[in-house]
């Protein structure tokens, strides 16, 4: 194939190559008929296909497609086989309506739970939605449609999304925000990555050289184009030359136009326009291998995938008295509207337009039997307060069995575009849970939203609570059997829920002012923050209750010692040791005992998903890598690791260790000093090599050194004294009884550091 893309570069016009890199209308890219170069049609995504019922228009009425669940609900699947099945699914019905490639996964981090547009993203830790979103990838370009990562890069909240600059330091931004982009780069190999509209240090996204070229192509081999978010380019030629390919959307005569006299006049060299243009062809070609248009989408099969998968997705997050599973013949009192008219997506670019829509309160009443079902709204559209609806609630809870209360976040209140306020649902909704909590000790909360939610005022009150988040549109189903016992709940938590907004790790940096927003948490973001600070949470990152109970047991480390290049694997036994069949999430974290750059006390960095019958034993591994135990070190812009010990930590969430077993690393990284002229005497101390040079000029300028013939520990306390100074400062300390001047004695001391020929002192 790439001699054919070589072959067409070479027969395009300038002006045709300029069309190629801009797009043709809102979904396609620019056709080149004379060369029988058709376009690449796209549309947005991730949960869903939404293509447009008009080619070409957006915002237009879009063609009936499943609507899986959103991010937010896959993340807490931790199920990487599932998403990569879901994969599939995508591309059968992008195939079916014609569609090349899907505008998504998204995987920008939940550096704060007020995002918009968390409901997109998969978790608050870069390798937990690393994982999954490559998966995605996988199943979505195993059947030759593309799939488009975005949005690259550090694009964590909707407010002054257009502009805002965010400051990030570099190793946050390695560690963190462009790790959750590297995993899915390097195994998935998606065809496209799309830019985000913010600024990431100064820099627009849609012209970041150092993100566009520099990371993503030199260091990850990204093979496939960049494109931008649909309006994220500010400057066509300076976009291109930081290797953006693809503007979105077109037709933009006035930028092929700049391109094309930016060759022209020089500023712009044609070699960049070439390799952009065989990015492009290299997945039009592919695109257009496989035939799509005019088929059918599996309806039946696909919307009993999208249960399941919610089904998964949903967190039992408190199961008091056992109260959950229902036994199906209780006296049911279901109240609150999204019980009636099903809250299962958000609002915004992925918004799709289901093939059909499960309603809970039906869902119920199939799985409930004989039993008698009745039904309040509880509160007005949109959560609202009305007081005889709340009356007639709690009333209807008062005569019932079990109370099953559906409550949800507003959805004005988060979306793409627009950030939330507060955590917080309605008023109306609040205060209706606590009346009916009043009235009735058997009641479930059921929430529906998008990321987490302030439960603090009203938990204490209720024994169950289930978070649905928007499960799309086979929930209500999904809802029904985990109340009903048909699935038992594996999900578990990819995000944080916090006690109070106030308590986040961004909260003091959020959102930002004259244009900017510091990231100043670093990388200590999600559980990494709540660790550090040791500060309670509502319900921690991993967290997730089930029907049945799992024994952790056996922990075993392939060696007590290892290279970093050879990796540890990690096995143990897990046993169900309930009496229902369950899956299991297993989570590894790994914490570093000592380092030279501050670290987290954990992070994960494995974890498995396990299904087991009742009284079943099962023995998983999972394997970890150099990855696994490196850091980012800005002073070297690498990834490193240093030897020492390594805690391996096992559990079902992150504040629920179980097991725990410490191996020894030894790095096989050789790297130069980072010593300097200007390093202080606690920096020689920490440097292996420079300890002990250091420790050889002590002992040959001891002679020297006033002390009343205490010699080196004369100059050993001075060094004690002033460890913060540098070396020529404190050697100044000293006096004038030095044979030479500090900086010479420094210089030669450097020498001996970095390898360099040298003569004694």
Not at 728 to 750: D, K, N, Q, T, Y
Request: aromatic share 8%.
């Amino acid at each position: 194939m790439e001699v054919e893309i070589a072959g067409l570069v070479r027969q395009l016009t300038l002006e045709e190559k300029a069309a190629l890199c801009i797009g043709a209308n809102a979904w396609q890219t620019s056709p080149i008929a004379r060369l029988g170069i058709p376009s690449l049609t796209m549309a947005d995504g991730p949960h869903g296909v939404r293509k447009e019922a008009e080619p070409g228009m957006l915002d237009a009425p879009s063609l009936p497609a499943t609507c899986f669940p959103t991010a937010s609900a896959l993340g807490a699947t931790w199920n990487r086989a599932l998403l990569q099945e879901m994969g599939v699914a995508l591309a059968q019905e992008c195939i079916a309506l014609g569609v090349d490639m899907l505008l998504g996964p998204g995987n920008n981090m939940k550096r704060t739970p007020l995002c918009g547009r968390n409901f997109e993203y998969f978790a608050e830790d870069p390798y937990l939605g690393g994982e999954l979103v490559a998966s995605l990838i996988q199943g979505i370009q195993s059947q030759g449609v593309g799939a488009c990562l975005k949005h690259y890069a550090a694009n964590n909240q909707e407010h002054s999304r257009g502009a805002i600059d965010a400051r990030v330091d570099e190793r946050a931004l390695r560690e963190i925000y462009l790790a959750a982009f590297e995993r899915p780069v390097i195994t998935a190999r998606p065809w496209s990555v799309m830019c985000a509209y913010n600024r990431v240090n100064g820099s627009y996204c849609s012209q970041h050289r150092h993100l566009l070229t520099e990371v993503l192509r030199d260091e990850w081999g990204f093979g496939g184009f960049a494109v931008s978010d649909w309006g994220a380019v500010h400057d066509r030629v300076a976009a291109l030359a930081a290797g953006l390919d693809l503007e979105m959307p077109g037709p933009q005569p006035d930028r092929m136009e700049a391109v094309v006299a930016a060759v022209r006049s020089g500023t712009l060299d044609e070699a960049v326009l070439d390799a952009t243009a065989a990015r492009l062809l290299a997945a039009i070609l592919r695109a257009a291998a496989v035939k799509k248009g005019g088929g059918a989408i599996a309806v039946d099969a696909h919307h009993a995938l999208a249960r399941r998968i919610a089904g998964e997705a949903i967190v039992l997050l408190k199961n008091d008295r056992r109260l959950l599973p229902l036994l199906g013949d209780e006296k049911v009192a279901v109240i609150g509207r999204t019980a009636r008219e099903p809250y299962f997506q958000s609002v915004g670019s992925s918004r799709v337009n289901p093939t059909r829509v499960d309603v809970p309160l039906d869902e119920i009443r199939k799985l409930a039997r004989e039993a008698q079902i009745e039904y309040a709204a509880g509160y007005a559209e949109g959560g609202e307060f009305d007081q005889t609806l709340h009356d007639e609630a709690a009333q209807l809870a008062a005569g019932a069995d079990v109370a099953l209360l559906f409550v949800h976040v507003p959805p004005g209140k988060e979306g793409e575009g627009g950030d939330r306020p507060d955590l917080e649902m309605t008023e109306a909704q609040v205060r209706l849970i606590r009346a009916v909590a009043d009235v009735q000790p058997a009641t479930v909360v059921i929430v529906n939203g998008g990321s987490a939610v302030a439960m603090a005022d009203w938990i204490e009150a209720v024994p169950a609570v289930l978070m649905a988040w928007l499960p799309g549109q086979a929930g209500g189903g999904a809802i029904a059997e985990i109340l009903y016992g048909v699935v038992n709940p594996s999900g578990k938590l990819a995000e944080t829920f916090p006690l109070r907004l106030k308590d986040t790790p961004a909260y003091l940096n959020y959102p930002g002012e004259n244009g900017t927003v510091r990231y100043g948490e670093g990388l200590f973001i999600g559980y990494r923050y709540y660790d550090a600070v040791e500060r309670d949470v509502l319900f921690p990152f991993g967290y997730g209750l089930s029907y049945t109970r799992f024994d952790y047991a056996n922990l075993r480390l392939s060696a007590p010692s290892f290279r970093d290049v050879d990796g540890l694997e990690v096995s143990l036994e897990v046993t169900n040791v309930g009496d229902r069949a369950g899956q299991e999430v297993v989570q590894v974290y790994v914490r570093d005992r000592e380092a030279r750059l501050q670290r987290p006390p954990k992070e994960l960095k494995g974890f498995v998903k396990v299904a087991l019958e009742p009284g079943e034993t099962r023995t998983v591994a999972i394997s970890l890598d150099a990855r696994a135990f490196s850091y980012y070190d800005p002073a070297r812009h690498a990834w490193i690791t240093e030897s020492g010990d390594f805690d391996i930590l096992v559990g079902a969430s992150a504040a629920d260790v179980r097991l725990q077993a410490t191996a020894t690393m030894t790095s096989t990284q050789k790297w130069p000093s980072l010593l300097t002229a200007e390093s202080t005497i606690r920096e020689w101390r920490a440097d292996p090599r420079g300890a002990a040079v250091l420790q050889g000029m002590m002992a040959q300028a001891a002679q020297f050194v006033p002390g009343g013939g205490e010699g080196s520990s004369s100059l050993e306390r001075w060094l004690d004294a002033a460890q913060d100074f540098t070396l020529p400062a404190v050697l100044r300390f000293v006096g004038s009884a030095l044979p030479v001047p500090p900086e010479m004695i420094v210089a030669w001391l450097l020498a001996q550091v970095h390898g360099e020929e040298s003569s004694t002192l």
